[in-house]
């Protein structure tokens, strides 16, 4: 089984930090393990769907800059105030092959937050201008790009030309 090994380190980091959750431990500690042990199960349940919809959905996307880490799976958002660095879910899914942008780099903060905001679902907003305006993935990377920040996982260069 070529993706064995893959899942048991998925499973094993995602355990890992279940585990460490602070709320976790306290109900360890005060001898609810039964319960701990049952939250913990749901944690890694959740994630483990997390990184199922960042892997087939088209748009999915993570995003890192001074403000955390964001997980975008069209019309939920998983996020946190550390970077990604810090936050083992989406360094998982990057792992994994999710497109990052990382505007850590970005100076220009004005412009960046001007920038429309990737689609949801698939559909395009045919006029781009306005509040509420959408782009495909690919076309914020290239606005978002222009401002300095670095991509991984680019999924733009799976497109033929």
């Not at 980091?13 to 939250?39: D, I, M, N, P």
């Not at 792992?95 to 949801?120: E, M, Q, S």
């Amino acid at each position: 089984m070529k993706g064995f090994p893959m899942q048991t380190s998925v499973l094993r980091v995602l355990r890992t930090t279940a585990a460490s959750w602070w709320r976790h431990g306290e109900l360890r500690r005060t001898g609810q393990t039964a319960l701990a042990q049952q939250l913990e199960r749901q944690t890694v349940q959740r994630d483990l769907g997390y990184l199922r919809q960042a892997a087939t959905m088209p748009d999915a996307h993570m995003i890192c800059g001074e403000g955390g880490t964001f997980l975008h799976l069209g019309w939920t958002t998983v996020s946190t105030l550390t970077p990604i660095e810090r936050f083992p879910l989406a360094a998982l899914a990057v792992a994994r092959g999710t497109p990052f942008i990382d505007i850590r780099p970005v100076t220009d903060v004005i412009a960046f937050a001007k920038l429309p905001r990737v689609t949801r679902g698939g559909s395009v907003d045919p006029d781009h201008s306005g509040p509420g305006r959408s782009v495909s993935l690919t076309s914020y990377i290239d606005m978002v790009e222009e401002l300095g920040a670095s991509i991984t996982n680019d999924p733009r260069l799976c497109r033929s030309t």
